[in-house]
Every structure is written in C-alpha cells, then in structure tokens.
C-alpha cells in the first residue's frame, strides 16, 4: 500500500521560512525514480492548486505566486522529496499535500494518483 506522509508544516510570521517533507512508503524505488512528484495546497474557500512538481528527469513548474520564494527537491535514494519555502506570506497559508504521479490537465489544472494526508501552514501577518 503507497503512503505519503508529510511532515514540516507550521506557524510561523510573514518572511520566515518552513521545508516541508515528504516520506514515500510501498512505492517501487525504480517507479519513484521516474514519477512526478509535487506539492499543492488548499486554502478555505478555495480550490486546490499546484505549487511546484518535479519531474524524474529534473523538471520542475512553479507556481507564480511563489516562484522566486519556493524551492522543490527529490531524494531518490531516500524516497523523499522536500519543499523549502522562503519569505513566507499570509497568502501562503493552506494544507500542504504531496501528490504522485502528477499531470498536467486541460485549463492548466493539475491532478495525482496519490495524495498524502496534508500539513498545515500557516503564517500570520
């Protein structure tokens, strides 16, 4: 059974800075190697978004909003991928997921065959 399981979420004050963690567990290391790996994020209200994915041969998107502020890596051997995030804003707060096997959709939308359980930022003002 894959688990993904996120750790690193927090509260902490506008420019401060939070890497949030990823654990992959009953995923092959070899299809590990080659997904799409990504993080997205859901405020209240709103609906869920993309922030960055990596792909297996390095390849990475990002978000607009946080391009310039937010940095994705894989640890293949490790099964990890992390997300360092600086000068964090009040508009950054949401549940952090880690997702899968990530792909782009019509619309520019994103979607994963695997999602983790979430971690909470918040950054207040």
């Known amino acids: 059974q894959v688990q993904l399981v996120e750790s690193g979420g927090g509260s902490v004050q506008t420019g401060e800075s939070l890497r949030l963690s990823c654990v992959f567990s009953?995923?092959?290391?070899?299809?590990?190697?080659?997904?799409?790996l990504g993080w997205f994020r859901q405020a209240p209200g709103k609906e869920r978004e993309a922030v960055a994915n990596?792909?297996?041969?390095?390849?990475?998107y990002y978000a607009d909003s946080v391009k310039g502020r937010f940095s994705i890596n894989r640890d293949n051997a490790n099964n990890t991928v992390n997300l360092r995030m600086n000068n964090l804003k009040p508009e950054d707060t949401a549940m952090y997921y880690c997702?899968?096997?990530?792909?782009?959709?019509?619309?520019?939308?994103?979607?994963?065959?695997?999602w983790g359980q979430g971690t909470q930022v918040t950054v207040s003002s």
């Open positions: 990596i792909w297996g041969n390095g390849a990475t």
């Open positions: 997702a899968a096997e990530c792909r782009r959709r019509p619309g520019d939308t994103w979607d994963a065959n695997y």
């Open positions: 009953g995923y092959p290391s070899s299809r590990f190697r080659a997904a799409c």
